[in-house]
Each structure stands twice: as structure tokens, then as C-alpha cells.
């Protein structure tokens, strides 16, 4: 297991879209298990592939918070099957945007399809912070950022102070 780099904004690298996996194979698990060591540490809820330069549609996210009662989902090409119409609204972060926060609104509920780690498929129904955190991770898989649902106000002030972040930390 190793603990990798995650990419911070802005970066053409969180832009890219990701291809299908396909197959859940030893290459896709060891991604997987990286991955989710990865969030643990930074620490965060979720992560997906293009945060760590993966351009594969794998997402791992665990919404429990507890060091105890740990409860990691590893989805390999998730696909949103059904998403209900009453919206909810969640205030955001994202670990390639350290600590900037801002409203999301998005679908209440997702019914996702996905392959686990074994290649079975699955199918999960979310609500609350499960269905908001699969809903940005898989936006990331297409190169979408939670910034790019709100306004163009807010959006440019906080890719301003990332821009600035990235210049103080170059000079360091
Ligand atoms: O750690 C994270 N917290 C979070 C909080 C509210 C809504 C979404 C998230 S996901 C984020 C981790 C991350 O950047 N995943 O891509
Ligand atoms: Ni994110």
C-alpha cells in the first residue's frame, strides 16, 4: 500500500476526462487500495483517480468518519442509473482545493451502478453525504469540479486563491 500525491488546483491534470476499466484486475485493486489509504491519511471522504494522476474510472469513498467502524466503498466505472428530482444541498470541500468550501446542489438520492473490488457488479442507492461524495467523485471522472456548480463569482475566488497558493508554494 502507498500513500500517493494528491494533485491540488488548478491543474489540466483534474481537467481530463478518464476511460473505462472495464475489468477489476490485481493493477485496478492495488490502485484501489492506494487510493483508499490515500484518503485516509490526507484525510477526506472520498478520492478519485484523476486526484492522484490516474486517468481510470476508479472512485473510493467512506463517508463513516470512524477509525473504528471503518466502511470503504472501491466503485470501478460507476454509472448513475437513477438520481431523484428533490435536490439536496451539501457545503463542499474537495482535497485538490484545500480548504475552500462552497454550496453544492445536486440530486437527493443516486442509484449507482458500479464494479466492486472482486469485478462483481453492484448496485447501491444513496442519500445524504454517501450520495453527495459519489456524485463529486464521479464528476471528477470527467474532469468536472464541485466549483464548476456554482457561480462564476464564487468559482473565481477561489481559483484565485489557488493560483496564489501554487505561486507562494513555488517560490518556497
Ligand atoms: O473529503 C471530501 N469531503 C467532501 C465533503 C463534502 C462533499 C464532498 C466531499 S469529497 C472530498 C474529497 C474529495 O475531494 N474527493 O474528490
Ligand atoms: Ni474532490
Redesign the pocket.
Given at each position: 500500500m502507498a500513500v500517493l500525491p494528491i494533485i491540488k488546483a488548478p491543474d489540466p491534470i483534474l481537467k481530463k476526462h478518464c476511460v473505462p476499466v472495464e475489468v477489476v484486475d490485481d493493477e485496478i485493486r492495488t490502485l484501489m487500495d492506494d487510493m483508499l489509504e490515500t484518503m485516509y491519511v490526507a484525510p477526506?471522504?472520498?478520492?478519485?483517480a484523476p486526484?492522484v494522476s490516474v486517468h481510470k474510472r476508479v472512485i473510493v469513498v467512506d463517508t463513516s468518519r470512524g477509525d473504528t467502524d471503518r466502511s470503504p466503498i472501491q466503485m470501478a466505472d460507476p454509472e448513475l442509473i437513477e438520481s431523484s428530482d428533490n435536490l439536496a444541498v451539501?457545503d463542499?470541500?474537495?482535497?485538490?482545493f484545500p480548504d475552500q468550501y462552497a454550496e453544492v446542489e445536486r440530486p437527493a438520492k443516486v442509484r449507482v451502478r458500479y464494479l466492486d473490488y472482486e469485478n462483481e457488479i453492484q448496485e447501491i442507492e444513496a442519500e445524504g453525504l454517501l450520495s453527495?461524495?459519489i456524485q463529486?467523485?464521479m464528476d471528477?471522472l470527467d474532469g468536472k469540479l464541485f466549483v464548476d456548480h456554482i457561480s462564476m463569482l464564487k468559482r473565481n475566488i477561489i481559483l484565485r486563491k489557488m493560483s496564489k497558493l501554487k505561486k507562494t508554494e513555488a517560490l518556497s
Amino acid at each position: 500500500m502507498a500513500v500517493l500525491p494528491i494533485i491540488k488546483a488548478p491543474d489540466p491534470i483534474l481537467k481530463k476526462h478518464c476511460v473505462p476499466v472495464e475489468v477489476v484486475d490485481d493493477e485496478i485493486r492495488t490502485l484501489m487500495d492506494d487510493m483508499l489509504e490515500t484518503m485516509y491519511v490526507a484525510p477526506g471522504v472520498g478520492l478519485a483517480a484523476p486526484q492522484v494522476s490516474v486517468h481510470k474510472r476508479v472512485i473510493v469513498v467512506d463517508t463513516s468518519r470512524g477509525d473504528t467502524d471503518r466502511s470503504p466503498i472501491q466503485m470501478a466505472d460507476p454509472e448513475l442509473i437513477e438520481s431523484s428530482d428533490n435536490l439536496a444541498v451539501y457545503d463542499e470541500g474537495c482535497l485538490s482545493f484545500p480548504d475552500q468550501y462552497a454550496e453544492v446542489e445536486r440530486p437527493a438520492k443516486v442509484r449507482v451502478r458500479y464494479l466492486d473490488y472482486e469485478n462483481e457488479i453492484q448496485e447501491i442507492e444513496a442519500e445524504g453525504l454517501l450520495s453527495t461524495c459519489i456524485q463529486h467523485e464521479m464528476d471528477h471522472l470527467d474532469g468536472k469540479l464541485f466549483v464548476d456548480h456554482i457561480s462564476m463569482l464564487k468559482r473565481n475566488i477561489i481559483l484565485r486563491k489557488m493560483s496564489k497558493l501554487k505561486k507562494t508554494e513555488a517560490l518556497s
